[in-house]
């Protein structure tokens, strides 16, 4: 493919930034600061790799206007670089082949509604009663369920399924291999065997939500589960059934929130974090990686279980047998304070 | 869709419930109980509940025979709501749309057997020498591979995928992203470099299991991988190759049960579950969330590990950076102690 | 089907083993020592199984040298019986059906360029300026998106994933569900909303690797994620963007790496095992199951973290609440020391 190219100066235009320097350097490519070339754009979020810049050969830098005067070539000066870099950084995506219509390898029931600007990819599957609205990309191997419904702008990448009673907001992002609507993990013990609690709920997303790969989002056994506006997960995360949490969280790979939990707005959790059911964690909660909240949490703030030091196996397990009678040293203690 | 209606004495006659109340009450819903509107069935699953059915507004509920003097409207008494719940919501679900026949879109080798009575769904594929007993749907997109049997009523609802020498007992339900009888994970090393041990084994379920969405049950090495009769696995689970599961066993998302160990019947793991390979667990033991058996389990009971109190971060690193010399911390006790 | 027949002397002929006993013994499948019939072959890898030998009535078995006296039946002596195993074995394997070209079911862009030794399966989608090589097998409903390329002898299995700019060595294998080069999760703040950071890079890996079923590896920001050559990944399975794995490390399940972490050659990773971001980790590193690195680790050898011992629940709970204030008691025991 031909690559696009912007000169520095139209980037500075339409994206609101300052130049310092040559504004006709043409740039057709984004790269690392060491190792970017007389056509990349390069770009410095953190002060603390300013020292990169006078090595740095890059066509033109967007950086804050600190460091600006330590830009050997040209400078975008922005507000906030990393905001800045992830806006400009789209002009040089490749661009989608999403024709619009559908593919004539996809199968759409009659009973769903596809809007014309909608894109249906091939070996997809559109089932009864559901809806795709205006300007919706479905890609290729994905199949959207009854009763669900596709807001416009949404995409789902690849190979998504939406089970049963998934309604999407606006322009969001559903990445390969991820199941929304799956039936929440609910059964009831009969005389000796399991019997299924049916998931009679659904899933519902607000606008601009993003979902990574191999993430399951479970539909509710009476009410919904609900992820408000701008929540964005990453991969292997599991959402279980009646889960509720809040706009803007966001939250990393292998999270698994137990059912009928609610999360706040703003929390950001790191990855293997983990959430017990039927809890209430508040708003601005930050939970580390691999820690796991098993009570509600009331107060923002930043938690941290279930993460130990890495040792040497050896040192570790001596130290981890004694974990066994921790309980009993506290007493030893305590008696030989008494003496 | 129009809404299917049941009379409060229809449903207590057709599931065994004893009436209390107006039993020409029309119902075509179920709700949780604060929100039960005229039309709508409820339930009480526990006493702790109780107090809510006062302001409670639902057309029916069903509750224990202690509760059924404080239901305002129509009680449903059951010996155990929970179960009568699960059993009478079925009315509800939306009627699953999956006509007999195989969808033109949907690709069968000659050489599988496929009932007439089974549902083989858009762009499925059945490979070689598989079997499709009678009643089986297949949803869309789903690949079942050479030698897979599907016992006869099973539901692969959709995306599934049976690699290889896969049976499935009767009444079998796979949720979407499930990958049965992947290659086991097995490696010799040869001279610097990994070689493949080949698979041979097969995936076998008993009757009435569940396998969650993105779940992963890979096939044995020699041998088959084993679950018993109403086995229900969560999200994202992994059972490694050769594993056995005795019948009745439940285990919650992201589980996972390295190659070859053996477990009993009625066994339940909590989310994040662990059990280390070679290992034998036997009945009815309990591991709760986050717990990971690293040795046999002789006992049945309930077991715990890995799961630390939940901590400001500050404290936690605080407290965790003593973790590396709680060894040497227990000696200098019994130095004092010996003083 | 009918099963292929192999003597023993011809098996050793081809895989350079010596034989002792009768070659002209027939054989048509493999089994476990304790299980083998006459027709079957067996292997002891490990000499702790040689007491096994004596009621073994396998036609023949796989053994080291010291071994070959205790074989009842026929032995074939090998310098490492398991990888010998592992070669043998190859012959008992059902033959793959993947027939070369292109099913007529699966969507192949204009702009893809396909080798003529191919097999495309059916309902696999492969998108523009994609590049299949020789003798690869894409399965049934597989994705091979834009700027991919399957180097020569890969195998996609069924329902794999490969997004945008993906480029497989040669011989790499991947399982189901497997998805690489879905978006790296990057994201900016941006006014009290997130926007996202587009992923630029790609996703490469070397010859000979493998990827489990429902395994995930993003694809970089910038520039691209790497896994050297003969690299294994098991199920479940989370790699970030950016990150850069040596030759011949292996993982096992739920390893989760996150982004910009630099991990080095021949490292062995247990079930659960976790690396946090930007880290450096050197050769021959051995992290074992559910430990976690959270900083460098600059000495090979075996770690582990987060592994404490199971105990019955009650215990556990009265040990893991002292945790809480480990730190004040290791200041007691320093003040009675003191005294």
């Given at each position: 493919m031909n690559k696009q190219m912007y000169t520095a100066a139209a980037i500075c235009e339409r994206f609101g930034l300052q130049l310092k320097g040559d504004g006709a350097v043409e740039l057709d490519a984004v790269a690392p600061l060491d190792r970017a070339g007389p056509r990349d754009l390069s770009f410095v979020v953190?002060?603390?790799?300013?020292?990169?810049?006078?090595?740095c050969t890059a066509g033109a830098v967007i950086v804050s206007t600190a460091l600006?005067?330590?830009?050997?070539?040209?400078a975008l000066i922005a507000a906030n670089p990393h905001v800045a870099f992830a806006k400009v950084a789209t002009l040089f995506e490749r661009p989608l082949s999403a024709p619009v219509g559908i593919h004539p390898s996809a199968v759409v029931s009659p009973l769903a509604k596809v809007a014309a600007s909608a894109s249906i990819g091939p070996c997809s599957v559109i089932e009864d009663d559901a809806v795709i609205e205006d300007d919706v990309i479905i890609g290729p191997n994905c199949v959207v369920g009854p009763d669900c419904v596709v807001g416009a702008?949404?995409?789902?990448?690849?190979?998504?399924t939406l089970v049963l009673r998934v309604r999407l907001g606006k322009r969001v992002l559903i990445h390969p291999g991820a199941v929304l609507g799956?039936?929440?993990f609910g059964l009831a013990f009969d005389n000796g065997h399991w019997i299924k609690i049916p998931q009679l709920g659904g899933v519902r997303l607000g606008d601009d939500c993003e979902v990574g790969a191999n993430t399951t989002i479970d539909r509710g056994a009476l009410e919904d589960t609900v992820l408000a506006d701008d929540c964005r997960l990453d991969d292997h995360i599991h959402i279980a059934h009646n889960v509720e949490i809040g706009a803007h969280t966001v939250m990393a790979g292998f999270t698994g929130v137990a059912g009928s939990a609610k999360i706040g707005s703003y929390c950001q959790f790191g990855a293997r974090a983990g959430v017990f059911g039927h809890l209430e964690i508040t708003d601005k909660v930050t939970l580390t990686g691999c820690a796991v909240a098993t009570g509600n949490i009331r107060e923002a703030g930043v938690y941290t279980s279930n993460n130990l030091p890495l040792l040497p196996s050896r040192d570790w397990f001596r130290n981890a047998a004694r974990f066994k009678r921790l309980d009993e040293l506290v007493q030893r203690v305590a008696a030989l304070e008494k003496e």
């Open positions: 953190n002060d603390r790799y300013a020292s990169q810049l006078a090595a600006a005067d330590a830009v050997n070539g040209t702008g949404s995409r789902l990448v690849a190979q998504v799956a039936d929440g």
